[in-house]
């Protein structure tokens, strides 16, 4: 009975994992839309936004999940959802940004140029209303929407959709903090927004470090052939003095 009942919780709890898995992707992805977009419209030019290498920006991820999670069930107003919303999501950003600037001792975004209103420049007053209406958006429009989808696809396939989306974010966290840690004194006491920078030179790092690895290979390689080519060199001219010779 205990068996059964301990199996049935592992078991729901591998499913709503994957679930809010998924939820927590998609909106990262979308989170990586909206940043391009913002970033081109300010800008005039295109940047591939965000902390890891893949198209997604977990931040948004993580600010979705908890409006659906702790706003969602309380079935409140939109005036007082808004408000809720700009609160939570602020908070995650300023906790956010000075814990990558205490870890990597860079800036990776900063609102002290071109905003209204900003505090210390982590969270400012445009982004905060657009998290409110991001997150009216989210909750009454596009969650019914990714909820009926997921639904949609079954249980097998969420599972086997959750599992490797899973797998392929951990590699992306690891190999971005990898590269992260190896270039971070080059960006080390930035005051300016270097996300995209830092995207930028976290990808040269890795070209950089496969060109190494071929090169290094092909090195290997090369011995490999001439010692290869000696050894046969020594083998023929052993049995050559070997061979007794006709008279």
């Not at 009926?148 to 959709?161: E, S």
């Not at 290094?216 to 052939?225: N, P, S, Y």
Request: one cysteine or more.
């Amino acid at each position: 009975m205990f068996s059964s009942l301990f199996g049935n919780q592992i078991e729901s709890f591998v499913v709503q994992f994957a679930y809010f898995f998924l939820l927590f992707i998609l909106y990262s992805f979308g989170g990586w839309i909206v940043e391009c977009i913002w970033t081109y419209f300010a800008k005039r030019k295109l940047e591939n936004r965000g902390f890891l290498f893949g198209p997604i920006c977990p931040i948004y991820g993580v600010g979705s999940l908890a409006c659906v999670l702790l706003i969602g069930p309380l079935n409140l107003s939109w005036t007082l959802e808004f408000l809720l919303m700009i609160i939570l999501c602020d908070v995650i950003e300023y906790i956010t940004s000075v814990v990558l600037e205490k870890i990597y001792h860079v800036r990776w975004w900063d609102y002290t140029t071109g905003s209204l209103l900003h505090l210390n420049g982590r969270i400012s007053l445009e982004t905060s209303i657009g998290f409110g209406v991001g997150g009216i958006f989210i909750l009454h429009i596009i969650q019914p929407l990714f909820a009926h989808l997921l639904c949609y696809l079954g249980l097998p396939v969420l599972l086997i959709i959750s599992g490797i989306l899973l797998v392929i974010f951990i590699a992306d966290v690891l190999l971005s903090m990898i590269a992260i840690s190896n270039i971070k004194d080059v960006f080390k006491g930035g005051t300016v927004d270097l996300t995209a920078e830092i995207k930028r030179f976290s990808i040269d790092y890795y070209k950089k470090a496969s060109r190494l690895s071929r090169r290094l290979a092909r090195t290997a390689m090369h011995h490999v052939e001439n010692a290869q080519k000696e050894a046969k060199k020594r083998v023929s001219e052993t049995f050559k003095s070997k061979t007794p010779k006709k008279k």
